[in-house]
């Protein structure tokens, strides 16, 4: 076949005669004289990831049109005119309403009328030949009208199915977007901080190592800012910018030498002046800050020896500094050494809750050892964020500001609510035509006036059911403002993944062969009686919360659970391929896995389960990453035609039954 194929740096085309997917790699690498990385087709530029998928364009398209992108080469779409041409249709199908046939029949009856049918002057014979016209234009007509109907309602659903495809297209493209990582080390830099510099050496390398294994795009970009005293003059901050390049890094640091400082404080500000500097580019921004002093300005240390208590010599302002951080959307750690900076955190995180930002995450580094476990950590966690992120936007870019407060259950306050819960006679021998059935009745709650806590969708709120906390209680709100989020219908709409997921864990559970059980926790949901506003509700956890997987092919290694691998694969076998549940997090213990928030992936019904449902895309990117387990095999589960490998590997210690 011949394929007409576009590269990305000059728009250059050449039509290539290939048969499948490996040999247009092949014969493009001949014609333009570079490795192709990927092809993207030219109409919504969505990635042809197989010869499958290549052959079945190959036949829908003549000719096929491709874009190939040179390996080391980014790409980011430009906004696709088929995508705008899809929304177009799709807001002028649902904005008009469907004609009715009776004007229309009306004006056809009324012209044969007109023609003298019913005259004293027709015989008998010729009245009943115009009757059957009559009847046969009306009838006509009609089929017309239902014919018009139908197809425009198979219009509106290729119009949602169009702009589906792009929107889960671009979507995974923004998920590879965020394995790209820009980090910066802020490092301390006198005397007592000679060791921690030079692990930041040793621990890019771990990095890139670690997280290639995990994440397929991952790439990095790595700075160091070296900070120091205000009296150090020219070496009161050092700066290496963004570069891929870890020789080039390594020899910056190793001149950079612990020096300097005169009192206690050091000039903190100064180093966070010149992190607002940088050229961020990367998706996933962190900042991994490292540290033994506090700043200067007695408000931020409890009796230190500062030269400066008022504050920064030359007036930089603290709300300045963070507000330039959360513009850039960069992630901030911090590495305790030891408790004299406690008081600069919580100040600093005090105006990050005032500019609605991310708060600094503080981790405890008892251990120059535990410096490399951390930084991987923090970068891990931020591609993950980044990723929520991407699928937050993609549902609605009108987000919610609401300032975050320590959670504390001493402020709860009574609501006056009114209560829905799941019926337990619910019936799921039909997952396709669910109906859920909801008991409610008006009842008092407990909960906090604002959320401790902040997700890719909902607020968290702490709360109970009893003001003696006999149990504890997550009231969840949607993070998005528009107003068809706090609605009956989105709330039904939006716990329908757990209660299904919940469903499903327990018929599992009934052929479950591993010894750790799978719980998700029971839902429900409350319309606030003063405002009108709609929170999930589900138990509390006080424990580690633990990403397990994502429903984009993710799997975190290093909380590997071959029980829970085992059960999305069944879910997909149970249901005869209608679904899986995916996007596993929670907490375990030694009994069992309780979960919470699970994405359902259904091909079939695209516009079903909410926004995370990455369709025929995720159900493949599952089952690419998938390897059979001892649960699957005692399960009798048969490999997916995506798995790379169909074979059971018993001497990997992912297969266990754990």
């Known amino acids: 076949m011949i394929v007409k194929v576009f590269n990305n740096l000059n728009d250059e085309c050449k039509n290539i005669l290939a048969s499948d997917l490996p040999s247009l790699f092949s014969k493009c690498k001949e014609k333009f004289g570079y490795n192709v990385a990927k092809f993207l087709l030219i109409d919504d530029h969505s990635e042809i990831e197989d010869d499958e998928i290549f052959q079945e364009l190959a036949l829908q398209y003549k000719p ?37 046939s009776g004007p229309i029949l009306d004006s056809q009856l009324k012209k044969l009328d007109s023609h003298a049918i019913g005259s004293d002057s027709l015989t008998q014979t010729e009245k009943s030949l115009a009757d059957r016209l009559k009847n046969l234009t009306q009838k006509t007509l009609v089929t017309e009208e239902l014919r018009k109907t139908k197809l425009k309602s198979l219009e509106q659903r290729v119009a949602k199915a169009e702009a589906y495809r792009y929107k889960i297209s671009h979507l995974f493209y923004e998920y590879k977007q965020a394995e790209k990582v820009d980090l910066c080390f802020l490092v301390d830099s006198t005397g007592s901080m000679s060791s921690y510099i030079a ?13 290639s294994a995990k994440f397929q795009n991952f790439a990095l970009r790595f700075s160091f800012i070296g900070y120091r005293d ?14 891929q390049s870890e020789d080039a890094f390594r020899h910056f640091v190793d001149n950079v030498r612990a020096e300097g400082g005169a009192d206690e404080c050091e000039d903190i500000f100064g180093g966070l002046e010149e992190v607002g500097k940088l050229e961020w580019k990367n998706t996933s921004r962190i900042l991994f800050h490292i540290g033994d002093a ?20 030359r007036g930089l302002s603290i709300s300045d500094l963070l507000k330039k951080l959360v513009d850039l959307n960069i992630n ?71 300032s975050l407060i320590d959670l504390d259950w001493k402020l709860l306050v009574k609501e006056e609510v009114e209560l829905f819960q799941v019926s337990m006679d619910t019936k799921f021998d039909d997952l396709k035509n669910l109906a859920v059935s909801y008991s409610n009745c008006t009842a008092d709650v407990f909960m906090m006036s604002e959320p401790f806590a902040k997700g890719s969708l909902r607020f968290a709120y ?33 716990i329908e993944s757990q209660i299904v997921a919940c469903y499903l864990a327990k018929e599992f559970e009934k052929v479950n062969p591993s010894r750790k059980k799978i719980r ?23 424990s580690e919360f633990i990403k397990f997987q994502n429903n984009a092919g993710f799997i975190n290694n290093d909380e590997y659970s071959a029980t829970l691998h085992a059960f999305v694969h069944w879910t997909y076998q149970f249901t005869d391929g209608y679904l899986i549940v995916t996007d596993l997090q929670g907490v375990k213990n030694s009994e069992e896995f309780v979960l919470t928030d699970p994405a359902i992936i259904c091909p079939e ?29 005692n399960l009798k589960l048969t490999p997916h035609t995506k798995q790379a490998s169909k074979k059971i590997d018993n001497n990997s210690s992912m297969t266990q039954l754990k």
């Open 332 to 402: 901030y750690y911090f590495a305790e050494i030891n408790s004299s900076t406690v008081k600069m955190i919580e100040e600093f995180n005090l105006e990050l809750r005032k500019l609605q930002g991310n708060l600094i995450k503080v981790t405890k580094l008892t251990s120059i050892d535990l410096m490399t476990e951390t930084v991987l950590k923090s970068v891990e966690s931020t591609i993950m964020n980044s990723k929520s992120m991407s699928m937050t936007l993609a549902t609605s870019k009108s987000l919610k500001t609401i």
């Open 462 to 494: 702490a709360g109970s059911f009893d003001q003696k906390l006999g149990k504890k209680i997550v009231f969840k709100e949607s993070i998005f403002s528009d107003e068809k989020y706090n609605t009956m219908k989105f709330m039904k709409e939006s």
């Open 64 to 100: 096929l049109q491709v874009l190939a992108i040179k390996e080391g080469t980014d790409f980011k779409p430009p906004t696709s005119p088929a995508l705008l041409l899809a929304k177009e249709r799709l807001d002028k199908l649902l904005s008009s309403s469907l004609t009715s």
């Open 230 to 243: 205000i009296s150090d003059g020219l070496k009161r901050v050092e700066v290496f910018d963004f570069s």
């Open 294 to 313: 506090p700043c200067h300005g007695s408000r931020f240390h409890s009796g230190a020896n500062d030269s400066y208590p008022g504050g920064d010599p």
């Open 605 to 633: 019904d695209f516009e079903r389960f909410s926004s995370t449902n990455l369709g025929i895309k995720g159900l493949h990117y599952f089952f690419k990453t998938h390897v059979c387990n001892k649960v699957c095999q």
């Open 199 to 211: 692990q930041a050496k040793s621990t890019i390398q771990q990095i890139t190592t670690k997280m």
């Open 520 to 542: 998700f926790l029971d839902i429900g949901f409350i319309k606030r009686i003063r405002d009108g506003k709609y929170f999930s509700y589900e138990e509390y956890r006080d």
